[in-house]
């Protein structure tokens, strides 16, 4: 009778410890898709994060030519004001030139 319960205590240990194994097998499969999908997860998410920065970064260097093109035809801009102006006072100064020149010679022929 001893021999037959220790047959069954050696059996229920036997039985527990495949179940142990078992249940631990399976957590440790949970585990390992768990972390898985976590690593999935994070890919996804520095690939969305990547495409982002790409995009913010596009969008500052259209900015930045956008600003040069204005700044260029502002520049441009007033340089051709200036151009005009000195032009202006150029042509005045040789018509004064003139004018006194005229006065000088008519002068001279009096």
Known sequence: DAAER???VAGD??????????????????AVEGNKQLS???TDN???TSHE??????QAVDQTSKDAREASLET???GEQVLDQTKEKVGSHADEARRTGRQVADEARE
């Not at 240990?13 to 949970?30: P, W």
Request: proline share 0%; net charge positive.
């Open 6 to 8: 220790g047959k069954q």
């Open 40 to 42: 999935r997860d994070a």
């Open 13 to 30: 240990a036997a039985g527990k410890t495949k179940e142990t194994s078992h249940e631990t097998k399976n957590k440790g499969q949970q």
């Open 76 to 78: 441009k801009k007033k």
């Open 46 to 48: 520095a690939k969305e």
């Open 53 to 58: 920065a790409k995009h913010r970064g596009q």
